[in-house]
């Protein structure tokens, strides 16, 4: 008999730790045979053995042509589901591989082919046929180029655009393909525009055979091309220079889109224009629809911007740019702060040392200055013991020698005339010398009252002889200052002369003097700009070297109208009366401009008498009448302008 020995088997460890999730893309020839039964790109018995037998039997270049011809196989509408035909484009309505590109004859020519496949006669499915109605729009849509451009804005395009928070390792892979998306709708992509640029050709042929340029056209200066100038800058990767990134950013701020709203706007509005009953109607639907695109124009550039802002948020390249700019903002503030707080240390040490300097100065001053007070009320004091002292001993000497008339009667006659001498010495002597006189006459024991040293009374005559030559010298010296200021007085009125000739104008001539008279009489007072007319006509009829002004003919005139003017008690010529009345109306800018301002602070409706004495009072050199007349003159002229 058999033993047979049952082994036990452990139990399956699963593990505590949780499983990681996957994300498990759709792949595989089971899945590729499923998506194309679906888009009828393969029967259902295309995997069967029936199907490989017959694929087997056949010959090989039969299977070669019906393997081409399964590729090419179009779609079959009449079989597919309204919800596939919800999801094919126009385009995929009239061929399969009809591309957005396709031009009006290839479009026109799938439009054909559907129509015999499609068309309710071949089907019998009636003229509402859901199918024939289908490639009906789509040709409809697709053969109008305005209609095409708005329905290629719509058709197949993904607006989505990446959310914040996009991590800098996928960032390239995020952003690259949804900028590159959008690209399709900038401005040199516009189709309508490069259709229009094909149909007009660069040349005309003329009936000879040869080519002529077209009018207009202009020659290449070798500048950059067109298609070079409308290009977007690559969006690049981590290494692209901050340069092409900037331009990049630059291309799409200012982006411009061609897309046209027009169509998915009459749908939203439900607006058909060609079914308008009245031209009010349309003109309601069209202002309802452009509203709306105008809307949805404004929509797209709103999320062309957020896309331009999340990116240039998340790019690394600008993010190291900024965090670079900052440091060397931070280290540039950081230098000019250290500069500061260096220049305010430098200057502190150089105020503490100015002011240190400026201190010890002050007080050498302070102590120069005290010395100096003190040096002063000692010499002060000096001298007025030296003055007393002299003045002591001088009348000690003079009553020593009172007794002894024939030596003093040569002196001096009396008192008063000793006294005098003796304060001019004391006026005009310094220190020293009174010191010395005083020396001369016995000293400071000659008067003290226990001293045996006698007066030197005969020393007077000295005194009397110095007091002589200082009075001399006083007289001297104010002699002397008069005639220097006498002289400065002589050389002051020299040079003003002089100045006064370099800058007098030269003599008038004849010629002059003439042109002159002339003048006065061809501008009459009363003209505005009178005296600068009258300059001009002198100078234009002189030639002189030197032109003479305005000023040089109204100076000259009142002179000749002075230098004419006859004594009092003589009856006065006509031409000197008419030269005088000529003089007193000469007025100038200042005495104008007076005029004008009195005129304007005293209106008319003052008393008149009263109005014009206040007039002539406020111009100074004028009189009552002379403001009136010329007050007179100016409003004649102004009638006359007019």
Known sequence: MTTITITPVATLDWPTTPLKTARIERAGSSYLAYESRLLNRRSFLHSSSYY??????????????SATEEKKKE???????????DKLNYYQVLHRNLPLHANADEIKKAYHKACLKYHPDKTGRGEEDRVFLLVKAAFETLSDPVKRRSYDSTVDFDESIPKEGVEESQFYDVY???????????SFNDPAKQIKEKEQPDSVTSPAGKKKKK??????DGGPSKAKQESCPPFGDDSTPLSQVHAFYDFW???ESWRDFTLKASKETEHDMDAADSRDEKRWMKQEIDRKIKKMKKEEMARINLLVERAMAADPRLKREKERERKEKAAKEEAKKKAEEEKAAKEKIEREAAEKEAAAKAELAASQKANDKKLKEQQKKQLRKAKQLFRKLTMTAYQAAIPNSDSTGKVWTDLEQMNDDVELLCEKLSTMELNSLSDVLGGAAAVEEDSNTPICFEALTEVRQCAQETAAGVERQSLMAIKQRQKAREEAAEKAKEAKMANASPPWTKEELSALAKAVKKYPPGGSNRWDAI?????????????????ECIEKYNAISKASAPPQEEKEPAATEAAK?????????????LLQEMLRKFPSDMDKNERWKSIAQGVPGKTKKDCVERFKAIRDAVKQKK
């Not at 009018?215 to 290449?220: E, I, M, Q, R, S």
């Not at 009345?581 to 401009?593: I, K, P, R």
């Open 535 to 551: 300059a001009l006509f002198i100078n234009n009829l002189c030639q002189q070297q030197d032109p003479r002004s305005k000023e």
């Open 215 to 220: 009018k207009g056209g202009k020659k290449n």
């Open 581 to 593: 009345e000529e003089g007193a109306d000469v007025w100038t800018e200042e005495q104008d401009s």
């Open 176 to 186: 690259g393909p949804v900028f590159a998306r959008n690209l399709r709708f900038a």
């Open 253 to 255: 701020v200012h982006f």
């Open 75 to 85: 779609y079959d509408l009449l079989t597919m589901s309204e919800r596939k035909l």
């Open 52 to 65: 490989q037998k017959q694929q087997n039997n056949g010959d090989s270049a039969t299977t070669a042509a």
